[in-house]
């Protein structure tokens, strides 16, 4: 095999100006070539002839079956000295592919490094795809390059492997065909490192493991192509060493992409020979060719960030008025297309709020439940609640979180209109001993004039809340399939008087209340607050409790009491949001942590904000443990700034002096996501006991794409794609089981969609693969900054609420916005797939 013979390439300037006629010309050649050949004719393919090779540098060697799809190797390279050995290995495993799987996907390999093959307009049309082995360097003329440029505009195939990165340096064509150009600095030394695959449909990574551990050759990437291009596959930098070019969390290593009329597949991967003996690689390089050569169709479009467009639903409210938005905090789709949003009751900032606790109206504000009609466009103000939850700004004693917390519609909706709400009437304020009630009740909508009947209300659950001081009342629902319905509740407590750790100080109360002591509330089993509840309503407004749940309300030794059987959960700080994955009636939940800023050897953890994945009843750790079970320090009596001892995670006890439930708790499951604002999931040397050193400089950060700071998880959906839908802007495939987590904020906290693995999340496993969703779901302050709920409508589209900019209040920012795909269908065309004869 003989080396071209290189010219000095033309100055960058000169071959671009030149490139473009280049590729006229050749482009009319090249469609006389492929109309002949059958490039995109699919019933023309089985008559092509086979090509002529030169005697010195093309070889054609056919697989059993005789297969018509052709495809050329190409791994001329600039550099000089011996061939690659990758070369060999690379050529040798391409055929066996060809030549192996069933006989509808087998494929003639052509291995050439004669360059002049893409400037033969009929030769080159006879390949549905091209193959770059090549070592890297300016390998083709601006002749060959535009021969080759005009094949693909008309709709040809091209796979690059590993150093065809480093090919055609001055040109900006091929670098968007590749996708990315290695750093200045990458390791040259083969490491092992683990894969994470994020695309679990595409051919090239579909029977891939989603952690996938195999040694290599890792490049770094001047600029991450992330959003440019769909990537399908990461390499996870903290599982070896990439040198001072490193990508960071998001490191690409494998993608593809629809690129000017052809589509173009390129991996990182394949530096090494040993790669090409690796059956899961070959069947990596074999599903890259099977779309390339158009013998499968493929979605290479689904993680392009222009592929998605975020519009704004609502105007900015009237002024003094609510006519388009409250202040926004939770939504709902119901079947027929019908976003239905709460406000949770803080007013318009020119409203007065009322916060002297001798005023009968103190805190009095209206909760709004708005209802957009997606085919009108239009927002009614269904009705508004009288709830306890305007009193904004202020110190801990004066602001307040309660209000209208919460929405969800009845199963059968459609039918009977039924409406759940979550939330704290005014009315049943007690003043004196600054006490509320919290309650779930059910109203009905008239589904013609989108009006709520107030008067239709079924109180069908009530607790007591202390709302002298300020905050987390949760309010998120969902239903699983069975008809259960889930609440989250906050742990009703201050987020002071702990110096931000563990919610335990046992002394503040207001009238024998106690309302910085969450052992009261989230560790205690006679509690409703800091839980996920899980009922199942029945038709007369009542409810019944279903099996499962994580107590029966008769645990106590002398006949009960010391129980509540609406328990799910136990042990959440601030759920407020909480989703059902229908498909396999898995919850997921996150809440908000403490404010500690950073851990503290005498206390514990710092701000651990949480997402879980629950597959069973459960004691998730609040006040006690977080994150992966790791434990705060309890606080000693009279003298609560004194420590005592660390929580056992796995036999915890509550013995707060505000307990009136069981003293011994069920053990804690540790949760799958939690961050800080030093960074994703912090985890620390543990000694003898168990207990983390929490010393901040020997931290291990388990999830580098995390981190926070200013932080409030907001949990969201499980996507799952529905075909049946005939809404061609409804987000595609590859989003499927995805679970969509998220944050309040928008600097550098959480957007991300995220794969668990279903054999172990529901034990606290951490997520296998994240890719970030900032650029699909829009950051800044004009875009959607304030994420407050975000769901999945039945058409397909994600609707979010953006909260605004204030707190306790509703501004020209706060609104209702639909996010819709854009982007097609996979490719080929169905009627543009290669045919065999």
Known sequence: MRRLSRQSPLPVREFRANRSRRARVWAAGVAVGTLAAGLLSGPVASARPAPEPSPTTMSVKSPPGGANVRVLVFYGSAAGGDESPTVNAGIEAIEKIGRSGPEAQRFTITATDDASVFTNATKLGRFNSVVFLTGGGDVLDPDQEAGLEAYMEAGGGFAGVHDAARAEPYSDWFTGLIGARPAASSPTAAQRATVEVGDRQNPATKDLPVQWKRADQWLNWAKNPSGDVHTVARVNETTYKPGEGANGADHPVSWCRDYDGGRSFYTGMGGTVSSYDEVDFRDHLRGALLWTTR??????????????KAERLT??????????IGEPHGLVTAPDGRVLYIGRGGADSSQP??????????GKGKGQV?????????????????????KGGGDELVKVEEGLLGIELDPGFERNGYVYLHYTPHSQLDRD?????????????????????????????KWPVQVHSCCHAGGGMAWDSKGNLYIATGDNNSSQFSDGYSGNNPQPNYKGVSFADARRTAGNTNNLNGKILRIHPEADGTYTLPEGNLFTGKEDAEGGGKTRGEIYVMGVRNPARISVDKKTDTLYAGWVGPDAGEPSTTWGPAKYDQFAVITKASNRGWPYCMGNKQPYRDRNLPDPTKPLGWYDCDHPKNESPNNNGLVNLPPVTGNNIWYSPQGGAPDYPRDANGVPSYKKEEAKYLLPWLKGGGQAAMDGPVYRYDASVPNADKWPSYWDGKWFVGDFYDSDQPRNAVLTDPKTHGDGSIPVHSESLKKIIPIGNDGIKNLMDWKFGPDG????????????TSDAKSALWKVTYTGGGATPAADQLARKG
């Open 433 to 461: 001993k600054q006490l509320a009630e919290r309650r779930v009740s059910r109203f009905t909508l008239d589904l013609t004039t989108n009006k709520l009947d107030l008067s239709s209300e079924k109180v069908l659950l």
């Open 797 to 808: 589209a994600l609707y979010v609420l953006d909260y605004g900019r204030g707190f306790f």
């Open 315 to 324: 105007q900015a409210n009237q002024p003094g008025q609510s006519d388009q």
């Open 295 to 308: 013998l499968v169709r493929a979605d290479c479009k689904a993680a392009i960030n222009a592929n998605y």
């Open 353 to 362: 709020v009322i916060t002297d606790w001798n005023n009968p109206d103190v």
């Open 370 to 390: 708005h209802v957009y009609d997606p085919k009108a466009k239009k927002v009614t103000l269904a009705g508004e609640l009288t709830v306890f939850g305007n």
